[in-house]
């Protein structure tokens, strides 16, 4: 019984539902502030997000006449839903280990699909045929970034297995444990690609430039998202604000979870969410443009497929 | 019913501002679309952001002066905004016809095709007026929220 309220807990409380999401807006706050004060300019309130999300809530939900219904109010509730559990299964370093019961490490990169296929119905379902467009690239940029995220997910978990003596261990609680005994895997030489190839990933997982190209706005007018309105779309945006906190937090799990046990240790890491964010991505998408889906595409299976490849081989060999 | 005002006054900080061109020589557009954006002026500071999708938008900015070519168009795009919205009319072209008055191919002014709720005068008007439009807008967005 303890064990299920413990779960509810951490689904819909901490570090699941309300502080995430909340962690979640004030990421994408802080990106679009800083942007703004890059660029010269004031910027909005740190808050907007959290703004935009009320007023979302409004506003009229409109529906094509020749969208599904059911589906296209389905797609964002079952996103949303994935990375409300997803947030459950990240461990944060020295303060919250996720339950067992709920899933490792597999479990969470199936999660992590859920989001960009969500998205991909919701294009075709809604029946406008930039939604159709926003489909095909969608599923492109997956099929090319899912190789190179899988590859150092196993890199990750062979070379903690074989550390501890075993083969794999796919369990994030083990691997951050065994980290935070044995040092960060960030000043493990072995690890150095296969983190560059995280690096890559994130900003193809999340949707922002340079690998937006799903949802363009000035090309294919946001893609899957153009039939939303009101609080459908607000769900979108939900989900985007939890996959932000799931992806950067995953990166942390993995390779570098530092700070000490406790409220020292919740509040390294939130420090250390708001640098990658900023570092990986405000910098990243103010100083590139948007690349075409083939050059993407070509782009994820040269560099980041080859830099998680060396990894998994440095680690298989040793 | 105060929580519901409170939500309300929150809500009114992120108006969101879809553009149409019903006809307009450009000059209105390239105002609102870098200037209002740029170093200088800066929209998002009052919680707006441009959106590719009517869908999206709180804030209608239309200019130009509606030719006849385009009244259709401009009809459907402007059903796709979702209510609550708001209607801000730039340019000088949407009150009168502007340079182009007296045109058979204009039908300004565009109040009898659509319910204009702020006017920005100006050929084309400084992005301080378009700002101020904006502001006036969301005022009036408040109300109906
Ligand atoms: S008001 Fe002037 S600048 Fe604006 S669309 Fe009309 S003619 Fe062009």
Redesign the pocket.
Known sequence: MSNQIAILIAVFLFPGGLFALALGLGLKGADRRVAARLQGRVGPPLAQPFFDLVKLSFKTSMVPTTANETVFFGAPVVGAVSMLLAVALVPIAGVYTPPTLLGNLLVLLYLLMVPGVALMIAGSASSSPYGALGFTREMMIMLAYEGPIVLVVAAVALHTGALQGGVVTFSLTEIVAYQRANGAFLFDPVMWPAIAAFALFFPANLGIVPFDIPEAETEILEGPLLEYSGPALGLFKVMSALKAVVVLGLGIALFAPFGPDGILGLVTWLVEILVLMLLGVTAIRLSSGRMRIDQAFGFFLKWPLMLAAASLVAVVAA | MNILASFKNVAVKSPWIYRINAG??????V?MATCALIPRYDVERLGCQYCGSPRHADIVLI???LTRRVLDATRRVFDEVPEPKVTVA????PISG???RESYAVLAPIDQYFPVDVNVP????RPQAIIEGVAKAIEIWRERL
Do not use: L, M, R
């Not at chain 2, 307009?24 to 557009?29: A, I, T």
């Not at chain 2, 730039?90 to 072209?93: A, L, R």
């Not at chain 2, 100006?122 to 008007?125: L, Q, T």
């Open positions: 307009s020589c450009n000059g209105c557009d105002e200019s130009g002066p730039v340019g000088v072209c502007g340079i182009f100006g050929c084309p008007p």
